[in-house]
C-alpha cells in the first residue's frame, strides 16, 4: 500500500496543488488587490480596534497569517503559491516603508494621522465623527484616566495608534465642563430653572445660562444641556 502511494506521488500537486504555472501570474495581482482592500478596509473602520499596531502593520500580518494558513489546510493551495504571496508582501511591505520615510504625504495615506478630539474642553466633533467613536466608549476612557468633565481637559488627541492622549489643564485653570460620570446625561433640558454654567451634551460647549429658555448651542446647533462641572482632577 505504501509503496503503491510512493509511486502515485505527484510533486506538481505538491508544489502548486490543483493549478498550472500560469496561475502563479494570478497569484501576484490577486495579493496585490487583497494587499490594497485590505488597507482601505481598515481606513474606512478606522483606528479603535487596532491600538497598538498601524493598520499597515497590521495589514501585513493578516496577509502573511493567511498566506501561511491555507496551503495547511487546503491540498489544492500548493505551498509555492504561498511562497509567492509572502514574497509579494515583503517586497510591497520594504517599498511602501521606503516611500514612507521619504515622502509625508504617503505615511498620511497608510498610516494615518493624529488627530484632536477635544480642543479647551469641547468636542472637536468633524474628527471624532471621522473615527466613528461612540460617546460612552470615549467617556469610560477619559473615566479610566481619573477625568470627571470636560473642563479638565484641555487637548485630547487620538494618536496613529488609536491611544489617546490627554493633556489636562491647571488646577486653577480647570472650567466649567460636560460631566461624563455615569448617567449624567441622563436628564437633558431644554428649560433652565436654576441660573448657572451649562454645557451642551452633544459637543461640551459650556456657556453661563439664567432661567428660562435654554435655546440653542453656539458651536454645534443642539438644543440639549445639562448642569456642567467644575471638579478638579483627582490623580
Known amino acids: 500500500m505504501f509503496s503503491y502511494a510512493f509511486l502515485n506521488f505527484s510533486w506538481k500537486e505538491l508544489f502548486l496543488g490543483t493549478e498550472d504555472w500560469a496561475f502563479l501570474l494570478e497569484i501576484i495581482l490577486r495579493t496585490v488587490i487583497m494587499f490594497l482592500t485590505i488597507i482601505v478596509s481598515l481606513r474606512v473602520l478606522g483606528k479603535r480596534g487596532v491600538k497598538q499596531l498601524s493598520i499597515f502593520e497590521l495589514v501585513v500580518i493578516i496577509g502573511l497569517g493567511s498566506a501561511a ?3 495547511m489546510f487546503y491540498k489544492e493551495v500548493g505551498v509555492v503559491s504561498s511562497m509567492i504571496v509572502f514574497l509579494v508582501i515583503i517586497i510591497l511591505y520594504s517599498s511602501i516603508t521606503a ?11 497608510f498610516e494615518g494621522q493624529a488627530m484632536y478630539l477635544i480642543k479647551n474642553g469641547v468636542f472637536a466633533i468633524e474628527n471624532f465623527k471621522k473615527e466613528n467613536l461612540g460617546s460612552d466608549e470615549f467617556f469610560a476612557e477619559l473615566r479610566v484616566k481619573n477625568i470627571s468633565h470636560l473642563g479638565q481637559i484641555e487637548f ?18 480647570v472650567k466649567f465642563g460636560l460631566p461624563i460620570m455615569l448617567n449624567s446625561l441622563d436628564n437633558p433640558l431644554q428649560e433652565i430653572q ?3 454654567y451649562y454645557s451642551c451634551t452633544f459637543c461640551g460647549y459650556t456657556e453661563e445660562k439664567n432661567v428660562g429658555t435654554a435655546g440653542r448651542c453656539h458651536h454645534c446647533g443642539k438644543k440639549n444641556w445639562v448642569a456642567a462641572s467644575k471638579r478638579k482632577r483627582i490623580s
Request: hydrophobic share 35%; proline share 3%.
Open 194 to 196: 436654576n441660573s448657572g
Open 99 to 109: 516611500l514612507i520615510g521619504r515622502f509625508k504625504k504617503i505615511e498620511n495615506l
Open 156 to 173: 485630547a488627541i487620538e494618536e496613529v495608534s488609536g491611544e489617546i492622549s490627554v493633556f489636562f489643564f491647571e488646577d486653577d485653570k
Open 69 to 71: 494558513g491555507d496551503p
